[in-house]
């Protein structure tokens, strides 16, 4: 079966860490570029990280741009989100998202709340 799975969301206080994991199954992970989403309550869809499929080069949204590091391993087809210093506007559903040419593949969001 084809899933990616996350994982690792929760109730955190603000300056907290939290490390998000996306569990791939069913297609070749390691071929994909792999992509990290979130969305608040009443806000769009936002990009938060991605890393390309040998995990070499990796990109962020400004505003966690020294906060959260994405990782992948390729051998765990497993990829990561470890967050730092939250704050209470990181409080969103996290979603995974794959891309290979025309494919997407979605994982179905894991739940942080920053809040005290």
């Known amino acids: 079966q084809v899933r990616l799975v996350e994982s690792g969301g929760g109730l955190v206080q603000p300056g907290g860490s939290l490390r998000l994991s996306c569990a791939a199954s069913g297609f070749n992970f390691r071929g994909y570029f792999m992509k990290w989403y979130r969305r608040a309550p009443g806000k769009e869809r936002e990009w938060v990280a991605s890393?390309?499929?040998?995990?070499?080069?990796?990109m962020y949204l400004d505003s966690v741009k020294g906060r959260f590091i994405i990782s992948r391993d390729n051998d765990k087809n497993i990829m990561y989100l470890q967050m730092s210093s939250l704050n209470a506007e990181d409080t969103a559903v996290y979603y995974c998202h794959g891309i290979w040419g025309a494919d997407r593949k979605w994982g179905q969001g894991t739940q942080v709340t920053v809040s005290s």
């Open positions: 890393i390309t499929s040998d995990g070499g080069t990796t």
